[in-house]
Protein backbone atom coordinates (compact mmCIF):
# COMPACT_ATOMS: atom_id res chain seq x y z
CA UNK A 1 0.00 0.00 0.00
CA UNK A 2 1.02 3.73 -0.81
CA UNK A 3 1.63 5.40 2.60
CA UNK A 4 -1.27 7.98 1.63
CA UNK A 5 -3.36 4.93 2.03
CA UNK A 6 -2.26 3.57 4.54
CA UNK A 7 -2.57 6.94 6.59
CA UNK A 8 -6.20 7.40 5.25
CA UNK A 9 -6.61 3.89 6.68
CA UNK A 10 -5.53 4.45 10.09
CA UNK A 11 -7.39 7.61 10.29
CA UNK A 12 -10.98 5.86 9.44
CA UNK A 13 -10.37 4.36 13.45
CA UNK A 14 -11.09 6.68 16.38
CA UNK A 15 -7.95 5.57 18.45
CA UNK A 16 -4.44 7.61 18.84
CA UNK A 17 -2.33 4.63 18.81
CA UNK A 18 -0.56 3.07 16.03
CA UNK A 19 1.67 -0.34 16.09
CA UNK A 20 4.17 -0.83 13.20
CA UNK A 21 4.92 -4.58 13.89
CA UNK A 22 5.11 -7.09 11.41
CA UNK A 23 8.16 -9.41 10.89
CA UNK A 24 10.79 -6.37 11.17
CA UNK A 25 9.29 -3.20 10.10
CA UNK A 26 12.32 -1.26 10.33
CA UNK A 27 13.00 -3.24 6.86
CA UNK A 28 9.37 -2.20 5.21
CA UNK A 29 10.42 0.35 2.29
CA UNK A 30 9.16 4.07 3.38
CA UNK A 31 8.83 3.10 7.50
CA UNK A 32 10.10 6.22 8.17
CA UNK A 33 8.37 8.36 6.01
CA UNK A 34 4.85 6.89 7.40
CA UNK A 35 6.06 6.86 10.99
CA UNK A 36 6.72 10.76 10.51
CA UNK A 37 3.19 11.33 8.63
CA UNK A 38 1.32 9.57 11.55
CA UNK A 39 3.57 11.35 13.88
CA UNK A 40 2.62 15.00 12.32
CA UNK A 41 -1.29 14.04 13.15
CA UNK A 42 -0.47 13.39 16.66
CA UNK A 43 -0.70 9.76 16.89
CA UNK A 44 1.22 8.12 19.57
CA UNK A 45 3.66 5.47 17.81
CA UNK A 46 4.76 1.97 18.96
CA UNK A 47 7.11 0.43 16.96
CA UNK A 48 7.70 -3.39 17.54
CA UNK A 49 11.54 -4.26 16.38
CA UNK A 50 13.79 -7.36 16.85
CA UNK A 51 15.74 -4.44 17.67
CA UNK A 52 18.53 -5.99 14.36
CA UNK A 53 18.08 -2.85 13.10
CA UNK A 54 19.24 0.77 14.57
CA UNK A 55 16.42 3.35 14.45
CA UNK A 56 17.79 6.42 12.58
CA UNK A 57 15.83 8.95 14.17
CA UNK A 58 12.28 7.40 13.35
CA UNK A 59 9.37 8.92 14.35
CA UNK A 60 9.00 6.66 18.07
CA UNK A 61 6.91 7.04 21.38
CA UNK A 62 7.62 3.61 22.20
CA UNK A 63 9.95 1.17 21.24
CA UNK A 64 8.82 -2.00 22.43
CA UNK A 65 11.79 -4.46 21.21
CA UNK A 66 12.14 -8.53 20.94
CA UNK A 67 15.28 -9.98 20.35
CA UNK A 68 15.57 -13.14 19.31
CA UNK A 69 16.49 -15.64 21.59
CA UNK A 70 18.26 -18.90 20.53
CA UNK A 71 14.90 -20.83 20.52
CA UNK A 72 14.28 -18.47 17.23
CA UNK A 73 16.53 -20.08 15.39
CA UNK A 74 15.09 -23.09 13.24
CA UNK A 75 16.35 -26.71 13.25
CA UNK A 76 18.57 -27.30 10.36
CA UNK A 77 17.28 -29.50 7.89
CA UNK A 78 13.24 -27.09 7.79
CA UNK A 79 15.48 -24.52 6.29
CA UNK A 80 18.27 -23.41 4.18
CA UNK A 81 21.62 -23.50 5.68
CA UNK A 82 22.47 -20.12 4.79
CA UNK A 83 19.12 -18.50 6.11
CA UNK A 84 20.12 -20.06 9.61
CA UNK A 85 23.62 -18.63 9.73
CA UNK A 86 22.61 -15.05 8.61
CA UNK A 87 20.16 -15.66 11.57
CA UNK A 88 22.49 -16.71 14.31
CA UNK A 89 24.97 -14.06 13.14
CA UNK A 90 22.26 -11.01 13.35
CA UNK A 91 19.37 -11.94 15.99
CA UNK A 92 21.14 -10.07 19.01
CA UNK A 93 22.42 -6.63 18.06
CA UNK A 94 23.06 -5.17 22.00
CA UNK A 95 24.47 -2.12 20.24
CA UNK A 96 21.70 -1.86 18.28
CA UNK A 97 19.81 -2.09 21.34
CA UNK A 98 21.95 0.58 23.01
CA UNK A 99 20.77 2.93 20.02
CA UNK A 100 16.48 2.20 20.37
CA UNK A 101 16.66 2.77 24.52
CA UNK A 102 18.95 5.55 24.12
CA UNK A 103 16.72 7.33 22.22
CA UNK A 104 13.59 6.33 22.60
CA UNK A 105 10.86 5.45 25.77
CA UNK A 106 11.19 1.46 25.32
CA UNK A 107 10.26 -1.98 27.04
CA UNK A 108 12.38 -5.32 25.88
CA UNK A 109 10.17 -8.08 25.81
CA UNK A 110 10.83 -11.84 25.85
CA UNK A 111 8.39 -14.64 25.11
CA UNK A 112 9.69 -17.49 27.13
CA UNK A 113 9.42 -21.05 26.26
CA UNK A 114 11.20 -22.63 28.85
CA UNK A 115 13.13 -21.71 32.38
CA UNK A 116 16.57 -22.17 30.62
CA UNK A 117 16.19 -19.46 28.77
CA UNK A 118 15.77 -16.78 31.61
CA UNK A 119 20.01 -17.37 32.13
CA UNK A 120 20.03 -16.14 28.42
CA UNK A 121 17.48 -12.99 28.46
CA UNK A 122 19.79 -12.09 31.58
CA UNK A 123 23.06 -12.70 29.76
CA UNK A 124 21.73 -10.10 26.97
CA UNK A 125 20.53 -7.62 29.46
CA UNK A 126 24.00 -7.74 31.00
CA UNK A 127 26.22 -7.66 27.59
CA UNK A 128 23.37 -4.09 26.90
CA UNK A 129 24.32 -3.04 30.45
CA UNK A 130 22.66 -2.30 33.03
CA UNK A 131 22.95 1.71 32.94
CA UNK A 132 20.35 0.71 30.06
CA UNK A 133 18.03 -1.88 31.06
CA UNK A 134 15.90 -0.96 34.35
CA UNK A 135 13.92 -4.05 35.08
CA UNK A 136 10.69 -2.44 35.20
CA UNK A 137 11.46 -2.19 31.19
CA UNK A 138 11.55 -5.52 31.28
CA UNK A 139 8.31 -8.30 29.87
CA UNK A 140 8.29 -11.52 30.31
CA UNK A 141 5.83 -13.65 29.27
CA UNK A 142 5.24 -17.77 28.77
CA UNK A 143 4.79 -19.08 25.17
CA UNK A 144 2.21 -21.28 24.47
CA UNK A 145 -0.73 -22.22 22.15
CA UNK A 146 -3.92 -22.25 24.63
CA UNK A 147 -4.58 -20.60 27.82
CA UNK A 148 -4.30 -24.14 30.12
CA UNK A 149 -0.24 -23.83 28.45
CA UNK A 150 -0.26 -20.13 28.83
CA UNK A 151 -1.29 -20.62 33.14
CA UNK A 152 0.89 -23.43 33.56
CA UNK A 153 3.45 -21.93 32.81
CA UNK A 154 2.61 -18.36 34.52
CA UNK A 155 3.78 -18.98 37.81
CA UNK A 156 7.49 -19.75 37.78
CA UNK A 157 7.46 -16.40 35.17
CA UNK A 158 5.43 -14.08 38.41
CA UNK A 159 7.44 -15.62 41.00
CA UNK A 160 10.74 -14.41 38.90
CA UNK A 161 9.21 -11.16 38.05
CA UNK A 162 8.24 -10.47 41.64
CA UNK A 163 12.19 -11.22 42.35
CA UNK A 164 13.85 -9.22 39.73
CA UNK A 165 11.07 -6.91 39.20
CA UNK A 166 10.16 -7.43 35.49
CA UNK A 167 7.36 -7.07 34.45
CA UNK A 168 4.68 -9.92 33.91
CA UNK A 169 3.07 -9.63 30.15
CA UNK A 170 -0.20 -12.06 29.72
CA UNK A 171 -0.77 -13.21 25.84
CA UNK A 172 -4.02 -11.64 25.45
CA UNK A 173 -4.47 -12.35 22.15
CA UNK A 174 -3.83 -16.20 23.27
CA UNK A 175 -6.51 -15.60 25.93
CA UNK A 176 -9.17 -13.75 23.90
CA UNK A 177 -8.98 -15.50 20.21
CA UNK A 178 -7.12 -19.16 20.78
CA UNK A 179 -4.24 -20.19 18.40
CA UNK A 180 -5.32 -17.95 15.65
CA UNK A 181 -3.68 -17.11 12.51
CA UNK A 182 -3.73 -13.10 12.41
CA UNK A 183 -3.88 -11.87 16.30
Known sequence: MAIEDIVAEVDKHPTR??????????????????????????KHITIETAATIAPVGIACDLASLSPKLSNSTPEAGTIEIAWIQRHEERRLQPEVIRDWIGAYHHQLKFVVSEDSQIAEIEALLAKVGPEYTRPDRVQLMPEGRSVDELRHKASSLLDLCKQKGYRYCSRLHIELFGNTRGT
Not at 19 to 41: N, Q, S, Y
Request: no cysteine.
Open 17 to 42: YVVLTGGEPMVAKGIHELAAVLHEKG
